[in-house]
């Protein structure tokens, strides 16, 4: 089994920046397959950023030159940088893993951009 704990989430006028963090833990003997999803009011939850695998990413075209996902593996965490953050980024943000073809999901961390 696979825990994961995001972080870093918070309150930000548009323009700025966070940087979300998620850890991994329990049954993992190396870095797991993640990304990051979020899930804005109204709207279904969508792949904002991933890894296709061990050194290429993709990210969602509105985010594309704003986010940079990257990875520790000594620390099992992966993280989102997200810059020049816009209202319509406001969401909860959910990191997942694959492991052994099974999909876990974290809690959340909510962003709020305001205007």
């Known amino acids: 089994q696979v825990q994961l704990v995001e972080s870093g989430g918070g309150l930000v006028q548009a323009g700025g920046s966070l940087r979300l963090s998620c850890a991994a833990s329990g049954s993992i003997s190396s870095m797991p397959v993640m990304g990051w999803y979020r899930q804005a009011p109204g709207k279904q939850r969508e792949m904002v950023a991933g890894?296709?695998?061990?050194?290429?990413?993709t990210y969602a075209d509105s985010v594309k030159g704003r986010f940079t996902i990257s990875r520790d593996n000594a620390k099992n965490t992966v993280y989102l940088q997200m810059n020049n953050l816009k209202p319509e980024d406001t969401g909860v943000y959910l990191c997942n893993a694959l492991k052994r073809a099974v999909v876990y999901w974290g809690q959340g961390t909510q962003v709020t951009v305001s205007s």
């Open positions: 890894f296709t695998s061990s050194i290429s990413t």
